[in-house]
C-alpha cells in the first residue's frame, strides 16, 4: 500500500467515527464551549513591535539570567537553587509559568494546557 492510498483510508474512517460520534450527540446537551488559552498572538506581536512596558527590574545585575518560564527554565532555576546558586532571575512573558507543561484544573480535573507529556532522559 502506498503511503497516499493509506492516508486516504485513514481520512475516511476519522470521517466516518467523526459522524458516528454527532450523531450519538444528544441535541439537548449543551454544545461543548471554551477558547484558545496561551501563548496569546497580541503579546507575541506586541514583543516584536516593541510594544511591551519596560520590566520593573531593568538594569539589574544578576550571574545568570533565565528567560521562559517552560521546563527547561524552571529546572534550570530549581538545580540552581538546590545548588544554592540564589543569584538568578527568571523571566516569562505570560502571567504564569509552566509553558508546555502549564496545567488548569475545575470541578472534574485537572488538565493540561499544553502538551500532555514530558519526555524523561533515559
Not at 19 to 35: D, I, K, M, Q, Y
Amino acid at each position: 500500500m502506498e503511503r497516499r492510498d493509506f492516508l486516504k483510508a485513514g481520512g475516511a474512517i476519522c470521517a466516518g467515527l467523526g459522524a458516528v460520534a454527532a450523531l450519538h450527540w444528544p441535541a439537548s446537551r449543551t454544545p461543548l464551549a471554551g477558547t484558545l488559552a496561551r501563548p496569546g498572538m497580541d503579546l507575541g506581536h506586541a514583543l516584536r513591535d516593541g510594544g511591551l512596558a519596560q520590566a520593573a527590574k531593568a538594569g539589574e545585575k544578576v550571574a545568570v539570567l533565565i528567560v521562559g518560564g517552560g521546563v527547561a527554565g524552571l529546572t534550570a532555576a530549581y538545580h540552581l537553587s538546590q545548588a544554592g546558586m540564589t543569584d538568578h532571575l527568571l523571566l516569562e512573558m505570560e502571567d504564569t509559568v509552566g509553558g508546555n507543561a502549564a496545567w488548569g484544573e475545575n470541578a472534574v480535573t485537572r488538565f493540561p494546557w499544553g502538551a500532555h507529556y514530558l519526555p524523561l532522559p533515559s
